[in-house]
């Protein structure tokens, strides 16, 4: 059993900086990185993703050995996710995919292949960005069984879909948008505490905007409560994941504490971990002590 759920996808990455830096072959996807900055905090997670055909074995031991569970990650028929992630001098990112790469549809959990093993006492799940339709789906699975849950959305499956963010978002305990996805939603860039307010008037009843460089702040709707938080990454070697593992990271500190800005805080450390190397492999070298020391030094989320 597991208290928290941890949807998405799992993928092989290729990473080039503009700089000329790269990292090939190495574990990636939403569902890694979101899982290493919960686990950060807690042992009691476990990760839902399918499994593509030709996954390497050595990644999935690497998995493994950090000590997360891949009893959730369940096989098909798909070819694996394998993609370039190229960024430019500017922080913008252009995926591709390899010809030989299954899609993000086809890898997506589906909720009726969700293993029993992993389901028993779900407290929470968060669901990491993909097609809206399995999050639809794993949101109505989540809710039935009263689980919490936080949703991510992806910037693929904004436009066009606006009836069904509104069907959605009501659902769901915390919306997690970046900036760009909140542009995308909203039509503009209002500023991050407007921004928040016009999301919960799509049916939101809390929102946590990852901002980048700007920190992260929640808004909670009910009391128009804000909190906000600076970022504490600091010349990253490879901001892949961070906003995953900040999701994590809230997730975990979240279910912890019971506190909106406890868990902005907890989020704000995990993605410090992922930015120190390539891929996710700096975060997987789980240090909790490190990790309550980084906190302690985090100044305390502040009323926006």
Known sequence: ????????????????????????????????????????????????????????QSLLDQIAAAGLRIDGLVPTSYNRIRQWQLYDDEGGRTYVPLASSGTYEDLAPRAAEIPAMVAEDVRACHIAPMPIERQAELVSWARER???????????????????W???????????????????????????EEAARRLTDLGAGVVCLKLGPDGALVYRAADDWYRRCDSALSDPV??????????????????????LGTALMYGTVSATFVAEDFGVASALRRDQPEARRRLARLPAAKAS
């Not at 208290?3 to 990292?23: C, E, N, Q, W, Y």
């Not at 009263?146 to 069904?164: K, S």
């Not at 978002?169 to 503009?188: Q, T």
């Open 146 to 164: 009263g689980a919490h849950i936080t949703l991510d959305p992806h910037i693929d499956w904004i436009a066009g879909h606006g009836q069904e």
């Open 1 to 56: 059993m597991a208290k928290l759920l941890l949807f998405g996808h799992l993928t092989i990455d290729d990473t080039v900086m503009p700089d000329g830096r790269s990292a090939m072959g190495t574990l990636g996807g939403n569902v890694i990185y979101a899982s290493a900055g919960a686990h950060l905090w807690t042992d009691d997670l476990a990760m839902v993703s399918r499994l593509g055909r030709r996954y390497p």
């Open 166 to 192: 509104r069907r959605l978002l009501p659902l769901v305990d915390v919306f997690l948008p970046s900036r760009e996805e909140a542009c995308a939603v909203l039509g503009e860039w209002p500023g991050a």
């Open 238 to 259: 490879d901001p892949t994941g961070c906003g995953d593992a900040f999701c994590g990271g809230f997730l975990a500190g979240w279910c912890e504490a019971g506190d």
